[in-house]
């Protein structure tokens, strides 16, 4: 729970008994090459625990090479990739893994992710498509290839039909999440299901570093739009993955556990309308 949330070090238990860092340092839209390298290593050297990158970031190798330059050990680090559409089916999943694995240069995983969920767009064999995908996730959850596996961008249609054919449930739900767009039936559907809920683009793509009310509650603290956006997360139970390739802000965005939002703010960034909002609805995700 968010009381017992302290530090950078402090963790939150999957459904799996798993511990994951409760702020993760995001990679999405960092170029590969010595950008994605020097802000990962950074980001381990300020405190971060938690990386989270993707086979369709293209930046995998360079994470990898940032955290083996840490020099932080492998064991303290909790590192999530995900599966791209091109790769659905049990043995393309399978294969996918293998090769994310070979790119960031572990043995395993603490996190693997179905990036996108099949939908009734595209195919209306979706429901059958997603199961089949499970299945090699949880083939790699069994085989010991990842410690935990879950799905992003799932509404709770995509995880009850998920529920009805899968042996092992999702642990995580990665959304996006930010005040002006907090998906709320998503939200308390994984609530129900003890699936822990992670927010990628926490900070609404940027936009909401410019919100008025987000500046006026982050300058009743002394802290930056960012910092409160992180904060806000976090007092929701919510997982954030804020990203940046700046040293400072990759800093100031660990910087959040000496304050704490009022029942007041938290009710009104709940209140907020759409904003910051990526344009990326699941209904649209990629057909493969």
Same mark, same amino acid.
């Given at each position: 729970?968010?009381? @017992?949330?302290?530090?950078?070090?402090?963790?939150?238990?999957?459904?799996?008994?798993?511990?994951?860092?409760?702020?993760?340092?995001?990679?999405?839209?960092?170029?590969?090459?010595?950008?994605?390298?020097?802000?990962?290593?950074?980001?381990? *050297?300020?405190g971060?625990?938690?990386?989270?990158?993707?086979?369709?970031?293209?930046? @995998?190798?360079?994470?990898?090479?940032?955290?083996?330059?840490? /020099?932080?050990?492998?064991?303290?680090?909790?590192?999530?990739?995900?599966?791209?559409?091109?790769?659905?089916?049990?043995?393309q999943?399978?294969?996918?893994?293998e090769?994310?694995?070979?790119?960031? /240069?572990?043995?395993?995983?603490?996190?693997?992710?179905?990036?996108?969920?099949?939908?009734?767009?595209?195919?209306a064999?979706?429901?059958?498509?997603?199961?089949?995908?499970? $299945?090699?996730?949880?083939?790699?959850?069994?085989?010991?290839?990842v $410690?935990?596996? /879950?799905?992003?961008?799932?509404?709770? *249609?995509?995880? *009850?039909?998920?529920?009805?054919?899968?042996?092992?449930?999702?642990?995580?739900?990665?959304? @996006?999440?930010?005040?002006?767009?907090?998906q709320?039936?998503?939200?308390?559907?994984? $609530?129900?299901?003890?699936?822990?809920? %992670?927010?990628?683009?926490?900070?609404?793509?940027?936009?909401?570093?410019a919100?008025?009310?987000?500046?006026?509650?982050?300058?009743?603290?002394?802290?930056?739009?960012?910092q409160?956006?992180?904060?806000?997360?976090?007092?929701?139970?919510?997982?954030?993955?804020?990203?940046?390739?700046?040293?400072? $802000?990759?800093?100031?965005n660990?910087?959040?556990?000496?304050?704490?939002?009022?029942?007041? %703010?938290?009710?009104?960034?709940?209140?907020?309308?759409?904003?910051?909002?990526?344009?990326?609805?699941?209904?649209?995700?990629?057909?493969?």
């Open positions: 729970m968010f009381s @017992e949330i302290t530090g950078m070090t402090s963790c939150r238990t999957l459904s799996n008994g798993v511990k994951m860092p409760c702020v993760g340092f995001g990679t999405w839209q960092t170029p590969s090459g010595d950008v994605a390298r020097d802000s990962v290593k950074k980001a381990l *050297e300020v971060y625990r938690h990386i989270d990158t993707a086979a369709a970031y293209y930046n @995998e190798e360079s994470v990898g090479e940032g955290i083996r330059l840490s /020099g932080v050990r492998r064991e303290e680090i909790f590192i999530t990739t995900k599966h791209w559409t091109s790769d659905r089916g049990f043995k999943t399978v294969s996918a893994a090769k994310s694995l070979k790119a960031l /240069g572990l043995d395993y995983l603490d996190l693997y992710l179905i990036h996108w969920p099949a939908v009734k767009k595209f195919s064999a979706w429901a059958e498509i997603n199961a089949e995908t499970w $299945r090699g996730f949880e083939k790699l959850y069994k085989d010991g290839k $410690r935990a596996i /879950g799905v992003s961008n799932f509404l709770p *249609e995509h995880l *009850e039909t998920l529920r009805a054919r899968a042996d092992i449930m999702p642990m995580v739900d990665q959304i @996006e999440f930010h005040p002006g767009y907090i709320k039936d998503a939200v308390d559907y994984c $609530r129900r299901n003890e699936i822990l809920v %992670e927010a990628w683009s926490p900070l609404g793509c940027g936009r909401l570093l919100d008025p009310l987000v500046g006026r509650i982050a300058a009743a603290h002394g802290k930056s739009p960012a409160t956006c992180v904060r806000y997360a976090m007092q929701h139970d919510v997982v954030p993955l804020p990203k940046s390739v700046h040293d400072e $802000r990759i800093a100031a660990a910087a959040v556990f000496d304050f704490e939002l009022t029942d007041d %703010e938290m009710n009104e960034l709940d209140g907020m309308p759409k904003t910051g909002f990526s344009g990326y609805h699941p209904e649209d995700a990629p057909a493969g």
